[in-house]
């Protein structure tokens, strides 16, 4: 005796854990694009990480600089939060000596550009992180 | 490098996918989003370019 063919409900199945969106912007700020990869979004996980990362490492042997915090230089401050915003990116490139900053090449606010932009670009990053841990976005 | 043509083209390349990324969830529009944001960048630049140089070049 056959059986009937009825679909199996998505709603009896038990949806996949992923993280909160504390986790998942935190993961996201650390590195570019493994917010995505918890949310399950590997593609595009690949295409933010395949992106900033180059553009912070252009941005660096274009002679950028990576700015210390300095509350009495108010441009400097925002340069160097929005390099923060690359996590251990920032963290790995400081710990390696790079980013002292070329001033007298050509490329040096081509470099610093791309440091700054690098990091603001991964703050969008992180709000779209966000969103699909909240579920605003589907995933 | 030291072409500021260079430079304008590694900026819009990587700045376009990621946009395109956020903005596009399949991979077909987000490829089609990446191609008109890059050539809107590189394309505003020259633009924008030639008539600052006409007008005060």
């Known amino acids: ?41 590997a593609g595009k996980a690949l295409v933010f990480g395949a992106t900033l990362l180059p553009m912070y490492a252009f941005g660096l042997w274009f002679g950028g600089q990576l700015f210390p915090f300095e509350g ?11 390099q923060w915003m690359m996590g251990a990116v920032r963290l790995l490139a400081g710990w390696a000596g790079l980013g002292h900053g070329d001033v007298v090449a050509a490329s040096y606010e081509y470099g610093n550009t791309f440091l700054i932009v690098a990091g ?19 995933s | 490098m030291t072409s500021h ?33 890059f050539g809107a960048l590189v394309g505003g630049a020259l633009v924008l370019s030639w008539v600052l140089y006409l007008a005060f070049g």
């Open chain 1, 72 to 82: 009495g230089e108010p441009l400097v401050l925002l340069a160097s939060g929005a």
């Open chain 1, 120 to 138: 603001l670009l991964n703050v969008l990053v992180m709000f779209d992180a966000s969103d699909l841990a909240r579920g605003r976005k589907a």
């Open chain 2, 5 to 37: 043509l260079g430079f304008m083209l590694v900026f819009a390349a990587l700045v376009s996918p990621v946009f395109a990324a956020l903005h596009r969830e399949d991979l077909a529009s987000g490829a089609r989003f990446a191609g008109r944001l």
């Open chain 1, 1 to 41: 005796m056959a059986l009937p063919k009825t679909p199996i409900s998505n709603a009896s199945m038990p949806a996949p854990a992923r993280p909160s969106v504390a986790v998942t912007c935190a993961l996201a700020w650390v590195f570019p694009g493994v917010g995505h990869l918890v949310q399950g979004q």
